[in-house]
């Protein structure tokens, strides 16, 4: 037979800290995605080159189902990943890892924080 003795008063702590985490996901996370978003959307913004401005403004985030980032011009990959004719001109996919990397770190201390 196994004797097995429960603190009530840790096992409280624990749930109300799970409770916390709860909350915290179903609410600041979803402000935090929409935040880096934003955040992808202007670096890629300020770092795409510029020749007519129809890319630079084809740049957008929003959300529906999923937060999204996009460039909507059609030869927007192009110029991100270039052709046998065109160096590469990296804007995006290096600014959504830079912030993408960011938030990480952010949800990171915030949950550190809140399970202390």
Same mark, same amino acid.
């Given at each position: 037979?196994?004797?097995?003795?429960?603190?009530?008063?840790?096992?409280?702590?624990?749930?109300?800290?799970?409770?916390?985490?709860?909350? #915290?996901?179903?609410?600041?996370?979803?402000?935090?995605?929409?935040?880096?978003?934003?955040?992808?959307? @202007? @670096?890629?913004?300020?770092?795409?080159?510029?020749?007519?401005?129809?890319?630079?403004?084809?740049?957008?985030?929003?959300?529906?189902?999923?937060? #999204?980032?996009?460039?909507?011009?059609?030869?927007?990959?192009?110029?991100?990943?270039?052709?046998?004719?065109?160096?590469?001109?990296?804007?995006? #996919?290096?600014?959504?890892?830079?912030?993408?990397?960011?938030?990480?770190?952010?949800?990171?201390?915030?949950?550190? @924080?809140?399970?202390?």
């Amino acid at each position: 037979m196994i004797d097995i003795k429960v603190n009530t008063q840790d096992i409280n702590k624990i749930l109300y800290k799970i409770s916390k985490l709860d909350n #915290y996901s179903e609410t600041d996370i979803d402000k935090q995605f929409a935040v880096t978003a934003s955040a992808i959307s @202007r @670096r890629a913004k300020i770092d795409v080159p510029v020749q007519t401005g129809f890319l630079q403004s084809s740049i957008n985030y929003g959300r529906d189902k999923n937060v #999204y980032v996009e460039a909507k011009a059609e030869y927007a990959p192009f110029v991100e990943f270039g052709t046998k004719h065109q160096k590469k001109k990296p804007y995006f #996919y290096k600014n959504a890892e830079i912030e993408l990397n960011l938030l990480f770190k952010k949800l990171s201390r915030s949950i550190k @924080r809140i399970i202390g």
